[in-house]
């Protein structure tokens, strides 16, 4: 089953702005990881928050976790054109003794110039 | 730079060929995966190596088959497909397969079957 759904599927916003991505989840994670896909290349780690964990920074993004909600949200803030790509999450299923990360959909973030 | 490199970044091949894409990581790392993605669909993980042994299969039909000869190298065989199996197929490497590092994905090979 999908463990990632990214809401919205598209954003479209102008440079400057701040980017909110939200992602669902079904079963209980042990960790939520973010990634960026430029197109036509691979995905990039771009942060990993843990089940005990309720928020974390990097540079210009900030992920934050409510695990009573299944829900995890990304957001980058003062976005640049070069922000431009697609956003998955992805959970690692908790409980089991196998690797099992499931990725969503993803988010199509376009900032405008 | 990603540290993990896949080759050819094309592929078009017919529905009798038989080819190979190739992954090689630089990174250390002990567990290398097979991922596809087709659009509209989320990435879906065909198999896992931890150190060089499968760990797992994901249903994947026999027409795809790995080898993972080193923890550096992994190959992914391919004949008979179909068009369905037309993607970008997506190789990464991690420090673990137990999930709790992160994964470092190569820049993919878009394959078409015609």
């Known amino acids: 089953s999908q463990q990632g759904e990214e809401d919205p599927q598209a954003l479209s916003i102008q440079e400057g702005e701040n980017a909110t991505m939200n992602c669902s989840y079904k079963?209980?994670?042990?960790?939520l990881q973010w990634y960026r896909q430029n197109s036509g290349r691979g995905l990039v780690h771009l942060i990993l928050i843990r089940s005990n964990e309720r928020e974390k920074h990097s540079g210009r993004l900030r992920v934050t976790l409510d695990t009573s909600k299944k829900s995890s949200s990304l957001l980058i803030t003062a976005s640049r054109a070069a922000d431009t790509a697609s956003y998955f999450c992805?959970?690692?299923?908790?409980?089991?003794?196998?690797?099992?990360?499931?990725f969503g959909k993803g988010t199509l973030l376009t900032v405008n110039p | 730079e990603t540290g993990v490199t896949q080759t050819p970044r094309h592929l078009v091949m017919g529905m009798t060929n038989k080819k190979s894409l190739k992954c090689e990581q630089h990174?250390?790392?002990?567990?290398m995966y097979w991922y596809k993605q087709s659009a509209k669909k989320p990435l879906e993980l065909m198999f896992v190596y931890s150190l060089e042994e499968r760990v797992e299969n994901n249903s994947v039909p026999s027409r795809f088959s790995p080898e993972c000869p080193n923890s550096s190298h992994l190959f992914l065989h391919l004949h008979t497909l179909q068009p369905e199996d037309s993607a970008l197929y997506l190789c990464?490497?991690?420090?673990?397969?137990?999930?709790?590092?992160?994964?470092?994905f190569g820049n993919g090979t878009r394959l078409t079957v015609t």
């Open positions: 990464a490497s991690s420090q673990s397969d137990r999930g709790y590092s992160p994964l470092h």
């Open positions: 990174l250390g790392h002990n567990a």
């Open positions: 079963t209980s994670i042990n960790n």
């Open positions: 992805a959970g690692l299923n908790s409980g089991g003794s196998n690797y099992k990360l499931t």
